[in-house]
């Protein structure tokens, strides 16, 4: 199994653009989430899923946008970057309320 | 919001020393917590958890205690050695129609040979 898989690992976006971050995990875990850390900090999460098609917000949503149409998938989307988006971006994953496991991380600069 | 806070926030120790992480939670229906390591650069990796029916858990040279009461938890990390050295997180899960879990902002160790 990989486990939790993310890309890109490196981003650099301007002011305004927008990406899709993909995160797919092959260990049949029906929760995924996606978290920021800013340096020195905690994670934050930004949305859940608990399954496809069914998504919800978390403590830091606004600027991002996610969609679940599979067990697998759960890509995040920004829409119009702004450089308090800088940040470390991981993906998790879970069997219910079990152990969260995390992807490698997508490391995103907004200039 | 639910919160969870951790100490300190950087900890310096000779190798074989003990050292001790502390977090304290804020809402009383927490009933998981587990504890991550991350090293620089890497993903977050659990190390160990506890749940709010278990006062404490061990593994080898890690341990976890809680108290529900004062609402609180510990990570014991025993003769330690160069290659704990890492970022630790706590987490405390909180119960919305769905449990997420909250992360205290971490505690950089350093293991000194």
């Known amino acids: 199994n990989a486990g939790v898989t993310q890309t890109p690992k490196f981003r650099i976006l301007k002011i305004g653009q927008s990406m899709t971050l993909q995160c797919a995990q092959d260990?049949?875990?029906?929760?995924m989430y996606w978290y920021r850390q800013d340096p020195g900090m905690g994670l934050k999460l930004i949305y859940y899923?608990?399954?496809?098609?069914?998504?919800d917000k978390g403590e830091v949503p606004n600027g991002y946008n996610v969609s679940r149409s599979t067990t697998e998938d759960f890509p995040l989307r920004l829409e119009l970057a702004a450089p308090s988006q800088t940040s470390v971006y991981f993906c998790?994953?879970?069997?219910?309320?079990?152990?969260?496991?995390f992807g490698p991380g997508t490391r995103l600069l907004v200039l | 919001g639910e919160n969870v806070e951790q100490h300190p926030s950087t900890l310096s120790v000779q190798e074989g020393d003990s050292a001790v992480i502390k977090c304290t939670y804020s809402?009383?229906?927490?009933?998981?917590f587990p504890w991550y390591k991350q090293e620089l650069g890497k993903r977050p990796q659990l190390i160990i958890d506890?749940?709010?029916?278990?006062g404490e858990k061990k593994d080898q040279r890690i341990a976890v205690t809680l108290n529900k009461t004062a609402k609180h938890f510990s990570l014991h990390i025993t003769e330690t050695q160069p290659e704990d050295s890492a970022v630790y997180f706590c987490?405390?899960?909180?119960?919305?129609?769905?449990?997420?879990?909250?992360f205290g902002t971490g505690t950089r160790l350093l293991v000194s040979p």
């Open positions: 998790a994953s879970s069997r219910g309320q079990e152990t969260q496991y």
């Open positions: 987490a405390a899960s909180i119960s919305t129609g769905f449990q997420k879990l909250v």
């Open positions: 809402d009383s229906a927490s009933n998981y």
């Open positions: 899923s608990v399954g496809a098609g069914i998504t």
């Open positions: 506890i749940r709010s029916n278990v």
């Open positions: 260990m049949n875990h029906n929760y």
